[in-house]
């Protein structure tokens, strides 16, 4: 069962309201409306309802099935803790639930141990209008991500896609490009686009705008991805995880050397007395 809608909690009803027979998922080749997800939804809470755990893992891998499990793990007053893997060893309370979390998510142990993060709806809904004013994204018609919806930059597609009326698309090949409806937008990393930079044969597309994040990207890199998509804006972000967005820059003409670019609107970095890089914004809630 749906229960009622909190301040702080994912507002899939307003939503439906909003852009009810709009497409706002393409999986497997098929299109579904906000209301065929809705209802999609409304089966899957049947398995979440009056759930002892309250946290609940998810690690399905099937998009379709990752996405209507995870709004219905929300939309039943649950959260769901996602991750390209989640184990036993995080030891998760009730008391973690205080600042009614949105969902918890993983990091995925590149840069250190792997430990879970937290966010509220607040504070990825004031990212998301952030990212909304910022780069236009009212003038786009679908958002794709090539990375895993258990990453944070696919899951926070995936969102920022369904929060604005866009058709999200999943893909994990470059010529899917040539899917996308009307002028579309994709969050990638270095990595994903860089491998196909071999690949001369990248149909035309519709695609508009790369938001990279997930690595730096050398001045060479943004010359391979600029001869494959020379139609395309290119900005370079950092964020999105534990840390939300902290800054972002538009390489599409080259970047600054040794440059994260501009700061978010209200992010605040200082360093702190042990040379700790310390960051305060809106969206770290």
Not at 29 to 53: I, P
Not at 204 to 230: A, E, M, V, Y
Not at 242 to 265: H, R, V, Y
Request: hydrophobic share 35%.
């Amino acid at each position: 069962m749906i229960k009622t809608e909190s301040k702080n909690q994912f507002p899939l009803k307003d939503l439906l309201t909003k852009f009810g027979s709009q497409p706002v998922i393409s999986s497997a080749g098929k299109d579904y409306t906000y209301w065929q997800l809705f209802k999609l939804v409304q089966k899957a809470t049947k398995r979440f309802d009056n759930n002892s755990e309250k946290i609940i893992k998810l690690t399905e891998n099937d998009p379709l099935k990752f996405i209507t499990d995870f709004l219905a793990i929300v939309q039943t007053g649950n959260y769901p803790l996602i991750g390209s893997f989640v184990t036993d060893q995080f030891d998760l309370k009730i008391k973690d639930l205080a600042t009614e979390p949105f969902f918890f998510g993983l990091t995925s142990g590149t840069t250190g141990q792997p430990k879970v993060y937290r966010r509220n709806w607040l504070s990825w809904k004031k990212g998301f209008d952030c990212c909304r004013k910022l780069f236009n994204l009212d003038a786009v018609q679908s958002i794709a991500t090539s990375s895993p919806l258990t990453t944070s930059l696919g899951l926070h597609t995936l969102m920022l896609a369904i929060y604005l009326g866009k058709k999200f698309y999943l893909i994990d090949n470059i010529h899917q490009l040539n899917s996308l409806s009307g002028d579309a937008c994709l969050f990638s990393v270095p990595t994903f686009l860089l491998q196909s930079s071999n690949n001369h044969n990248i149909p035309p597309n519709n695609l508009r705008t790369i938001f990279l994040g997930g690595g730096t990207l050398t001045s060479q890199g943004i010359k391979k991805i600029k001869q494959q998509f020379p139609q395309v804006k290119l900005f370079e972000f950092y964020g999105s995880s534990e840390t939300s967005f902290i800054s972002w820059q538009d390489i599409t003409n080259g970047k600054f050397k040794s440059s994260a670019g501009q700061l978010f609107p209200n992010t605040q970095v200082s360093i702190g007395l042990q040379q700790e890089i310390i960051v305060t914004s809106p969206y770290l809630i």
